[in-house]
């Protein structure tokens, strides 16, 4: 039950205070607030009028230690984690850091308690059992939902499993390498081997179903302010060969700026929010997975591997001899921040984790919501992004290297339109007090829209206030009167 993003705050505010309720927050790592205290400080939104309560209040705190008196969007690191650590203040909020959860206990369909060891250094003298009334999982991963064993999926549908069009293998034209780039080490010669990252698999049917997931990456705070910047040297496990096709898709576009392959959004005090940009980028693509499933282990490799992916490639783009002068130049005014993770050596504590599991729950959201064509009446949170969703494996096409799997669709942003409480509630015949408002019922298409952070700390609202009201009328999570739960939430 790591919590991420700002679901905690009502949690707190809330059940723990204003309704009598006590809470225990676990935090798997040393930081409360995911990638949003983690890097994102480009925040990703449609219309703004679907940013409500808790998350409203969340960017409006940001706004003020700006000295704005307005939501602001666009934020360093370090203010989001000041801004979450002001709800636990106020509430009054123990938190458990570096902890995770290892078992739980289930009686008459119900999550009587949960084993919880420490992240860090797991030893089963340091081991605590929580025994609670209700759970939430806020976690990017869902493992609290999966030890209680309520149903979950990952990868991709197929378009024929929900009547959807965008779900499944989708080779389209975003973030896509233009024609001719040869995928071979030796160009044109294929007993010579594919270059990294690009799979030997056989391009499947457009729409097809899978276990593949979006790439993930990381968020990348860095600084152009001399003073407050650490040069950015070389990552364990560098090896120049991984960025090959950088050097293939440079000559190839001659770009001006480093910024056509590194997304470069600016953030307050010469620092940025740097995301991946165009077919070869700071996307893993296919590196994670083995992630939704894998032991904490196997999820620890993964991580490591992404760091030192996107931190290699930093380093390739400022140093290796084949990269264009110009854009040697523009990556050296960057650096690590001395004023960001003082406790992890300036790097984030968080991977862009943007989709793992999903679970399938009691309604599940398809693109049809996403589109506004299937409405549903019991919606406690507001999402109104298009469906995101990045790349999610790089193939030989016609003798050419391709991504597939980035769908941004429809190309305006939806308006905004409502998640259903049946999204974050399992089925009714597998568990009556859990709570599930980020690994929520959601197709893969589905979720690339609903997956903002905002829309996140909405849906924790909502579960923070239905679990409460559940607890007070003696009854399951399925029964909670979601009318009086949108008047709460003040939700027409
Ligand atoms: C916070 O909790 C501690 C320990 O339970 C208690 O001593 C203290 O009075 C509480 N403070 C507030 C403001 O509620
Ligand atoms: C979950 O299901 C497995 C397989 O049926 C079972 O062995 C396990 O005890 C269940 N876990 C809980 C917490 O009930
Ligand atoms: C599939 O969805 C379309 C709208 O996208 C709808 O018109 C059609 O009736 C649906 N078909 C089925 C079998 O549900
Ligand atoms: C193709 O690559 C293989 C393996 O590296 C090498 O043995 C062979 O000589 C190459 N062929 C040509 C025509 O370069
Ligand atoms: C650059 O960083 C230094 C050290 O953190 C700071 O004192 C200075 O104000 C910063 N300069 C600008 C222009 O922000
Ligand atoms: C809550 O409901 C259960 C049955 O659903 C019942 O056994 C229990 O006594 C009830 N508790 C209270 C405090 O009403």
């Known amino acids: 039950m790591a919590l991420k993003e700002a679901l905690l705050l009502l ?46 209040d969340f960017y409006h705190r940001i706004g003020v230690k700006y000295g704005k008196t307005t939501e602001t969007y666009t934020f360093e690191p370090h203010v989001a984690e000041v801004v979450y650590n002001s709800y636990i203040t106020e509430a009054n909020v123990s938190v458990f850091f570096d902890y995770r959860i290892i078992s739980a206990k289930i009686v008459d369909k119900k999550v009587e308690s949960i084993v919880v060891e420490k992240s860090s250094d797991s030893q089963i003298s340091t081991n605590v059992v929580i025994t609670a009334k209700m759970f939430i999982d806020c976690s990017y991963e869902g493992d609290l939902m999966s030890r209680a064993n309520i149903s979950y999926t990952f990868g991709r549908e197929s378009n024929a499993l929900h009547n959807e069009t965008h779900n499944g293998v989708q080779m389209l034209t ?21 270059l990294w990252g690009i799979s030997d698999e056989t391009l499947a049917r457009q729409g097809s179903g899978d276990k593949k997931i979006q790439s993930f990456n990381y968020r990348i705070c860095l600084t152009n302010n001399k003073t407050n910047r650490i040069d950015i040297t070389k990552p364990d496990n560098y090896n120049p060969q991984h960025f090959q096709l950088l050097i293939r898709l440079i000559e190839k576009t001659k770009p001006k700026s480093m910024r056509s392959f590194l997304k470069q959004d600016l953030m307050p005090n010469h620092k940025t929010d740097f995301n991946n940009e165009g077919p070869f980028s700071t996307d893993a693509i296919a590196m994670n997975y083995e992630y939704p499933d894998g032991s904490y282990e196997t999820r620890k490799k993964i991580v490591k591997q992404h760091e030192d992916y996107n931190k290699g490639f930093l380093y390739f783009v400022g ?46 959201m398809t693109e049809r919501n996403a589109l506004g064509t299937d409405v549903v009446t019991d919606g406690i949170a507001m999402a109104s992004y298009r469906m995101d969703s990045h790349n999610a494996e790089r193939v030989v096409v016609n003798g050419m290297v391709k991504n597939e799997g980035d769908v941004q669709w429809p190309q305006n942003y ?62 399951s999570v399925q029964e909670v009167d979601t009318k009086a739960l949108k008047e709460k939430l003040n939700i027409k």
């Not at 409360?32 to 703004?48: A, E």
């Not at 568990?431 to 980020?438: E, K, Q």
């Open 174 to 194: 975003k973030h896509q390498f233009p024609d001719g780039i040869d995928p071979y080490v030796i160009p044109g010669n294929k007993s010579s081997g594919l």
């Open 319 to 364: 140093h290796d001899p084949q990269v264009p002068q110009h854009l040697r130049d523009e990556m050296l005014t960057w650096g690590y921040p001395k004023d960001e993770y003082k406790d992890n050596n300036h790097w984030t504590h968080q991977l862009y984790i943007r989709e793992s599991r999903r679970m399938s729950g009691q309604y599940l």
């Open 414 to 475: 939806p308006h905004p339109y409502p998640v259903s409480y049946g999204s974050v509630v399992p089925k009714s015949s597998e568990c009556h007090n859990v709570l599930v408002p980020v690994c929520l019922s959601a197709t893969h298409i589905a979720y690339g829209s609903i997956r903002m952070e905002y829309t996140f700390m909405e849906l924790g609202e909502a579960s923070a206030v239905a679990a409460v009201m559940a607890l007070e009328a003696n009854t």
């Open 11 to 56: 949690l707190f505010k809330c059940c723990a205070k204003k309704l009598g309720k006590s809470v225990v927050l676990i935090e798997s790592g040393r930081h409360l607030g995911g990638v949003t205290s983690g890097g994102l400080g480009f925040t990703d939104y449609g219309d703004k009028s679907a940013i409500i309560g808790l998350a409203e």
